[in-house]
């Protein structure tokens, strides 16, 4: 997936939990992506969290330390 | 096995609790109130002779055929029409009523070209059987009836319309399935009838008096130019030969018959397959069925002879490359090569490379069986379904609110409903049996509120209005939930008791806050969602509240949009809130797309859940599969069909088993399909036909139709449907069976002899199934799920005494505009839908009878619109969007508001996906087909893309010593 499109469909996910309390805002961010999210597709989320997370929505940032790094060996 | 023959009582059921007591020819009866005598008396097995009469249809008392006698009473009244009395004593045979009848039936005789003798027709019609049971033997008016030629012509050849006798009219065979014979027709008006109030579409009438009457359709134009549906409804009511199926007078009468259940929308309809021999004479509606009461539309009655078309692939088929020529082999050699490729590219690229998708057309067993081969086999959780581009959001929203994945009611819930309020829908073209249950009620008074922004069928039909219809901007439902929720909280119109006891308070609270805000009032919603009064969005939700029984009834209309599941939310937050849940005529109903939709969600075709919509990261649910299928299972998510394809773009996905979709025509933003289809070194397509896929794919299996296969279809009211074999599978194995030899040569040691042991497997591991057993369906006909120890029959309505998530759960939807916007390039929104003939891309329907009703996708445009841009009615139109164009030509019509332009997609020359956009639901990945921004243009022909796909089309689908499909 483009790096484009992954920002863009964390951040629509965000958008949705921005309309819930900060806190559980937060968490059901983290849980969407833990629920939804193939490894392949977390494991080059943390490449653009790590790479700074240029371009996420506030709530993704902070959701990413719930957010489960894939296993190496996964995918 | 033999023909079944329903019986007919007559006339309707009467639904009366009181029961009355009478004797018919001297047996006792005991029957409800209301019920008229002929029905007392069938019910007491013994038969009264009847035209007129039919058991879908109110009595009607015209054909004078079924007087009885009644003690004490005078005269001899007709049994159609007369209720039953307490101690009544009647009489259905004497010498009196033998001589009225053998008249009455001599008299019609007289005037009918065919029952005496068998000159034309079929002579086995109920015409001719009143005549065998009344005994009449001689007819002493000769047969020189007015209406038809005369008896000296008798084969029913005539030397000139009407030149022999005044009253003549030829047949009409415009229209493809049946014929009318008006010399045939006794006016006993069961047609018309069964159009108005089976069908609801009005499209005959009785034209003239006396000798002169006749059943015209619309205007008296031909059937097919007529308003006429083709639904059959008149054809099956016929008790003549005048309305008679084409396939009927070609083959003759069938001789035996299976029940089954139709292939095409989630309304789904049962149908007995008549047959001759393993020839398919016509489907005639089942009047068991409980999702359709003995109706039907033109596809299922009709549109089955995509079975056997020509262009069915009937061997299997493998090529090294894509451009290479397909090549015939044995189902051995095939599945050997998909096998041994499956496990090469696991091998080189690591266990989450390849994946499948299950069909929502198969049967439940049948994606089943795909999903546990992706699990047990392949060891990943690489499984979705169309689903994912239909009703995923409906899953998703439903189960946040409510806590099941499910709409809450059955159909017959309509008949108790007082306001409908329809959204995103459009069921007299998509679920038309459905529609016509809605019509009925909407006749009888019950009101409907239209959000569309197309004018749809159902804000004016005969006979129906819509009390408001809310042409929205497409892409501005949620805005327009929240602002009806705005008007129901600030109102204090909710349901205060429903929400204290059912519902988290917490939630309703911080809900009711929420719309609360101004910013939420009609006037700003008016604005957002380009209506222009705002008084209607507010009479709009207090008829909604206050109405009486309110049912939402909603399709793709609400799902296919970047906020889907936020409006399936919103739905749920608004039948909450007004306490419109948990009984008869109320509910959250989503028309499902596809026969099996609902089934194959529910059979775990899902890449993040098993059958049962249970997470895959729950260890306890892990566990009851991997005790079953001795495996360890991925705990981690699989890929969904979107990300299969950006994976295989990104080279880390290489091969894919694809049971019967076309997702390259089907899937938004056809060239990244492509691109994605193209970089798979495996591609498995097991479908009926070549598919637009299939040229992408490097095995083709072939897959076997409905009629073909045993197993279980899930409608949109959570029924579960038998599937029976009527006829062997073409291609030597049924989709199970397909798949289940797919499995063996990839090394999984399954050996199910029957559907009904794959769904002892899912009754055994799925909670919501447990009591599901083919034994049990064929007794109860169907079932609708959860169908468990505490509901051992089904559960025809959910969340009676309580929602079942517990405590309904409110939820903020905020209203986020999409980010396809229109501009100064791409100035209108399209959105997309189906016709009624037609069914999604068409594999189908292009393929029988129904392509005389629609032939091309039309471009539905406003006169504003195509006047400023010089396009004219017809003219080919170049549609542009920011993915990509095409061309096809123009309709213009007022159906659509300015700024919008609407187009079918069932065509695949006309690629109406290479325009849609990318975007799609935040929490499904839904795409989101409603809404595209695009450009209209005067055009000469076809587009890049149209003429690139073209030549791709010819070199990716021969095949050696074949013609050429298509």
Redesign the interface.
């Known amino acids: 997936?483009s790096p484009e499109?992954l920002i863009y469909?964390a951040n629509?996910?965000a958008?949705?939990f921005?309309?819930?309390p900060h806190a559980e805002g937060v968490a059901g961010v983290a849980e969407?992506i833990?629920?939804?999210?193939?490894?392949?597709?977390r494991r080059q989320f943390f490449e653009l969290i790590d790479a700074g997370g240029k371009g996420f929505d506030e709530f993704v940032l902070e959701a990413a330390p719930a957010i489960r790094r894939?296993q190496a060996d996964?995918? | 096995m033999s023909l079944i023959q329903e019986a007919d009582y007559g006339t309707p059921a009467s639904k009366a609790e009181k029961q009355v007591k009478l004797t018919v020819d001297g047996k006792p009866v005991s029957v409800p109130e209301g019920t008229s005598i002929m029905r007392a008396s069938m019910e007491a097995g013994i038969e009264i002779p009847k035209l007129c009469a039919t058991d879908m249809l109110d009595s009607f008392g015209s054909c004078r055929v079924c007087l009885v006698e009644i003690e004490g009473r005078n005269g001899t009244p007709a049994s159609c029409t007369t209720p039953v009395g307490d101690g009544m004593v009647v009489h259905t045979k004497s010498d009196r009523l033998d001589a009225i009848r053998k008249g009455v039936m001599e008299l019609y005789v007289s005037d009918h070209p065919s029952g005496f003798g068998e000159k034309a027709g079929t002579g086995a019609s109920e015409f001719d059987h009143v005549i065998s049971l009344v005994g009449l033997a001689e007819n002493r008016y000769g047969v020189e009836g007015r209406n038809h030629v005369g008896a000296d012509n008798g084969d029913g050849v005539a030397p000139g319309n009407g030149s022999l006798t005044i009253d003549y009219m030829v047949k009409d065979e415009s229209n493809p399935y049946f014929t009318y014979d008006p010399s045939q027709c006794i006016v006993c008006s069961r047609c018309v009838r069964a159009c108005a109030d089976v069908q609801g579409t009005f499209a005959l009438t009785v034209e003239g008096r006396g000798f002169e009457s006749r059943i015209v359709a619309s205007m008296n134009e031909n059937f097919v130019d007529s308003e006429c549906v083709s639904c059959g409804a008149c054809v099956q009511a016929c008790p003549t030969d005048a309305l008679r199926e084409k396939s009927v007078l070609e083959k003759g009468m069938p001789d035996r018959s299976v029940v089954t259940t139709c292939a095409y929308c989630g309304v789904g309809c049962n149908f007995k397959a008549e047959m001759k021999g393993d020839d398919v004479v016509r489907m005639m509606p089942y009047k068991a069925g409980k999702a359709n009461h003995g109706h039907s539309c033109v596809k299922g009655r009709f549109a089955y002879g995509y079975a056997s078309h020509p262009d069915r692939i009937l061997a299997p088929m493998v090529r090294e490359k894509i451009t290479d020529p397909w090549r015939e082999a044995t189902w051995e050699e095939a599945l050997a090569r998909a096998a041994s490729e499956f496990k090469r590219i696991q091998t080189k690229y690591?266990?989450?490379s390849i994946g499948g998708i299950t069909s929502s057309r198969c049967t439940d067993e049948e994606t089943y069986l795909v999903q546990k081969m992706v699990r047990q086999g392949f060891g990943n959780?690489?499984v979705d379904t169309c689903a994912r581009v239909c009703h995923s959001p409906t899953g998703y929203g439903l189960n946040t609110t409510l806590g099941t994945s499910a709409g809450t009611q059955d159909f017959d819930s309509v008949e108790a409903c007082d306001v409908m309020l329809l959204i995103g829908a459009n069921p007299t073209d998509a679920h038309p049996v459905f529609a016509s249950r809605m019509k009925k009620r909407l006749r009888e008074g019950a009101k409907i509120i239209v959000i569309d922004p197309r004018r749809t069928d159902l804000v004016r039909t005969p006979h129906v209005e819509a009390a408001y219809h809310l042409p929205i901007k497409p892409g501005t439902n949620v805005a327009i939930l929240t602002g009806l929720a705005h008007v129901v909280v600030t109102e204090k119109l909710y349901d205060e008791a429903y929400i204290r006891d059912y519902c988290d308070r917490d939630a309703f609270d911080d809900w009711a806050e929420?719309v609360s805000d101004p910013l939420y009032s009609p006037e700003e919603t008016a604005k957002v969602c380009g209506l222009d009064d705002p008084e209607m969005i507010r009479q709009a939700a207090r008829l909604y509240a206050t109405g009486g029984n309110a049912a939402i009834y909603y399709g793709l209309g609400v799902t296919e949009h970047?906020q889907g599941?936020?409006a399936v939310m919103g739905l749920a937050n608004l039948a909450m809130a007004t306490g419109n849940l948990g009984k008869n005529g109320v509910g959250v109903n989503p028309l499902r797309g596809q026969n099996n939709v609902q089934g194959s969600c529910d059979m775990g075709s899902f890449?993040?859940e098993f059958p049962g919509y249970r997470?895959i990261?729950i260890d306890s649910v892990r566990k009851i599969y991997e005790d079953l299928w001795g495996v360890t299972l991925d705990k981690?998510?699989?890929?969904?069909i979107p990300?299969m394809l950006?994976?295989a773009v990104?080279g880390?996905f290489k091969g894919i088993y694809i049971q019967g979709e076309d997702i390259l025509q089907s899937d938004p933003d056809t060239k990244h399909v492509a691109a994605g289809l193209a970089a798979m070194e495996c591609v498995v397509v097991h479908d009926l036909f070549l598919n637009e896929t299939a040229r992408y794919a490097h095995v083709f299996l072939p897959g076997s139709t409905f009629l073909e296969k045993d197993g279980t279809f899930i409608n949109a009211e959570r029924r579960i449907n038998l599937v029976r074999k009527a006829i062997e599978p073409r291609a030597r194995y049924a989709d199970w069976e397909a798949t289940q030899e797919l499995a063996r040569a990839i090394g999984l040691d399954w050996n199910y002899t029957h559907p009904s042991e794959i769904m002892d497997e899912i009754a055994a591991t799925t909670p919501t199934f447990a009591g599901v057993t083919f034994d049990l369906l064929e007794r109860e006909g169907s079932i609708q799920w959860p169908c468990n120890e505490k509901a051992p029959l089904g559960t025809p309505v959910m969340h009676i005494d309580g929602i079942l998530r517990g405590k309904g759960n409110f939820v903020?939807?905020?209203y986020?505009a999409t980010d396809e916007k229109v501009g100064p390039r791409f100035p209108l929104l399209l959105t997309t839908g189906r016709i009624l003939t037609q069914y999604n891309v068409g594999a189908q329907t292009r393929r029988t009878g129904n392509s005389v009703w629609h032939e091309e996708d039309r471009l539905e445009i406003h006169p504003h619109d195509a006047e400023d841009r010089g396009i004219r009615d017809g003219d080919w139109v170049r549609l542009a969007s920011r993915t990509g164009a095409t061309t096809l030509r123009a309709l213009i019509t007022d159906r659509v508001a300015t700024g919008v332009v609407y187009t079918t997609f069932h065509h695949p020359e006309t690629q109406a996906n290479v325009v849609t956009t990318?975007f799609?639901d935040?929490?499904t990945?839904c795409p989101e087909y409603k809404v595209t921004a695009v450009q209209a243009s005067p055009s000469n022909g076809p587009s890049e893309w149209q003429i690139e796909y073209e030549e791709l089309s010819r070199q990716t689908r021969h095949r050696v010593n074949v013609e050429a499909a298509e």
Do not use: C, Y
């Open positions: 997936m499109k469909q629509q996910i958008r949705f921005h309309s819930k969407h833990n629920k939804f999210w193939e490894p392949r597709i894939p996964a995918a | 690591g266990r989450g959780n690489n929420f970047s599941s936020t890449p993040h997470h990261a981690e998510p699989g890929l969904r990300n950006d994976a990104d880390t903020r939807t905020e986020v990318e799609t935040w929490a990945s």
